[in-house]
């Protein structure tokens, strides 16, 4: 098994020196911004919640310990040692294995791609943040019917859609959009689900109603997709020399702001509700094992394992760096960033909860003081319960006849949604109560900008390091224009994802393209290192490196522990895959249930194509190693040939 | 007598109201909504001047100039404080008809809105619809505006990086030229050291001593 110890000399730089970081703390703020991504705010708090609040932590550091830690190590020692990318570095391991290293550059292609595209629909937010009253908070008026309606019936339309959504909970049809109960003035499709709600799915979206409909490119968003990426452009432009002076600003603003929406939160009312609910820890949780797959997944995805990314960022480490220190100390911030953004982001959806309670009261009193003309005010919400129960004793009928809204607290705090729909639906509504909201509003698409802004700073080192290693294009080319075509091949590629139906093409990808491959290669990696390479070599290069020899810790969890959690993770992933059909959500206005989204099953070539995406980048793995084999055979027969014939 | 007389034609009117349901209005105020603490309590004077408020909005429809406060019914007055006025024509006897009142308050709905002190939702006429405000779209957009800001700054930015790396690479490669040169002659074993390759055979600068810095490198540049 050929290998080469120590860099090449002339191969790796192609003849200029290695460039590297100015200074320690560039390096951790860049593995720490990779690591730090989307999935920590809008993710993780989802996480929490459903599975038993702070009882999750238990699981969730378990899998630190033992999956997170060990691979995140794996990846800053051989990046370190090997000074090369990913491609690089499996070739070097073993060239059997080269296949892992263009495969994580195929997996960081693809989730570039989308990944953008999220910042994208972030910045198309912020850009309209700049303004009071916020765009998402009323409906637009539909200026082809006669605009005349009072708000008060608009107050009682947008209850009448709460009211709706109790009726769908209970099973009741509503009338169809085109019904009599349409009042002229405002949007149909505004009325019936929301303001905010409308906002996301019609203005920024322009979703269309199946995914087989790919409608027109929607120039707005367009527009924001060559401004992201040209931003990213700017930052990346002579790698980790341009990078590392942006990422202070990208890494330490998340924190900045969620320090601010911490303390503004907390003194919101409702906030302890919200956080008290959420981290009160309910233990029995712990018994089902599907808790224990989600954290292991969960970590490995927060980490960011498997891209090639840090194997990138180590690669331009001096040599003598203890990268040992460096995985722990950049794991537990990750975690611990994790835990911060959840409390500030519970505090304030807490606040969001009890807002929406008290509004519930408040329409049920209106209705009441209407229906009986008590006086004015004369019904507080403590009140309510009380005069509710008088009412009731004596005038059931004209009670029953108001449809009044059940409103629970536990109700409101138990919504809870992960992803797209935590940050453009829910959050959004509830920044539009807080005093002061454009500022808010700015201040929380300007976090998340960063946040996704660092991490894609990771995945394109992660596609540029390991093309500029293997020397893909000439001497003279300067790495500018290396990347300006990265980032140009990946704008052209993620027009695909303004399309109106890119929502659902990005839920594919999300979902299909990047998991399965990533436990794959990161599987690879651990048993590559482990077995292959073997760790009593992988301990005496990090001995050489950071001069202590790694621990029992380390070898049991290299050599047993993290190979044995991936391959469970794996095939439980797997397996629930292989079970769930292949369906998504649509938003159809036509649906009967609407504004519930109504599911639907992915056509034929569509679910043709997530298989695609499942596999097409493992395949390099056996391509390599048979091309590899192929090569060896050819060369064992020339050896053999040249050997025979005695002259 | 007189007086008698007009209690009775009080009675006719009032039960004129009741029976013209479909020329009444239902109006309801939600005066400690709006005002909080410094809300007045609704009595008969507030009741004289609504209907003064009726009748002068009545007056700006042309053919109604006569109509006197004494024709505006006021009845059912709850204490949600909400009420059914109706507005009567004594000539004819009867109730004027709902399009003309509905037309006569959206007109004036302001002026009577802030005889109150209040608004289009805490003063509410339960079957006329208040017309909504236009929407104040500004003639750009805002988030345009906000996006070719950000736009020429990155532009910029990525101008003014690509010139200084340009300038960057003219300036290294006027300097020493022999890390470079036998890079591009392709050549696999090169013997370097101090980073300047020991190759005698160099045909490019022949003189030079390649061993030695070059004058350009001692002298600081300009």
Known sequence: MACALGPDPRGADGGHERPSWDNRLQYLLSCIGFAVGLGNIWRFPYLCQTYGGGAFLIPYFVALVLEGIPLFHIELAIGQHLRTGSVGVWKAVSPYLGGVGLGCLTVSFLVSLYYNTVLTWVLWYFLNSFQNPLPWGSCPLDLNRTASSPRTIMYELHSRGEACRARIQARAPWPALDGPSRVPGFEAECQASSPVSYFWYRRTLNVTADVSDSGSIQWRLLACLAASWAVVYVCVIRGIESTGKAIYFTALFPYLVLTIFLIRGLSLPGAVEGLTYLFTPDVRILQSPRVWLDAATQIFFSLSLAFGGHIAFASYNPPRNNCEKDAVIISLVNSLTSLYASIAMFSVLGFKAANDHGRCLDRNILRLINAFELPDQSVDRDDYAAVLTHLNATQPERVARLGLETCRLEDFLDKSASGTGLAFIIFTEAILHMPGAPGWAVLFFGMLFTLGLSSMFGNMESIITPLLDMGVTHRFVPKEVLTGLACLVCFLSAICFTLQSGNYWLEIFDNYAAPLNLMVFAFFEVVGVAYVYGVQRFSDDIESMTGRRPGLYWQVTWKVVSPLLLLTIFVAYVATLARTPLSYKAWDTQYVWFPSRQEKSYPGWVQAACVLLCFLPILWVPAVALAQLLAAHRRKKDTGRDRCPKL | ?222
């Open chain 2, 1 to 222: 007598m007189r007086q008698n007389n007009s209690i009775t034609q009080e009675h006719t009117r009032r039960s004129k109201a009741k029976a013209d349901g479909e020329n009444a209005f239902k109006v309801r105020l939600s005066i400690r909504t709006a005002l909080g603490d410094n809300a007045y309590a609704w009595d008969t004077n507030e009741e004289y001047l609504f209907k003064a408020m009726v009748a002068f909005s009545m007056r700006k429809v042309p053919n109604r100039e006569t109509t006197e406060i004494s024709h505006v019914l006021v009845c059912n007055v709850t204490q949600r404080v909400s009420f059914w006025f109706v507005v009567t024509d004594p000539l004819k006897n009867h109730t004027l008809p709902a399009v003309e009142v509905q037309t006569a308050i959206r007109m004036n709905r302001n002026r009577i809105n802030s005889a109150f002190f209040l608004n289009d939702q805490t003063l509410e006429f339960l079957k006329i619809p208040s017309t909504l405000a236009p929407p104040t779209d500004p003639s750009v957009p805002i988030w345009i505006i906000i996006f070719g800001v950000i736009f020429c700054i990155v532009i910029v930015a990525v101008v003014l990086l690509i010139l200084s790396g340009i300038r960057q690479r003219r300036r290294m490669s006027k300097g020493p030229t022999e890390v470079d040169d036998p890079e591009d002659k392709c050549e696999n074993t090169i013997t370097i050291e101090n980073g300047i390759p020991c190759d005698p055979l160099d045909t490019k600068g022949g003189h030079v001593n390649d061993a030695f810095m070059t004058e350009d490198e001692r002298l600081t540049p300009l």
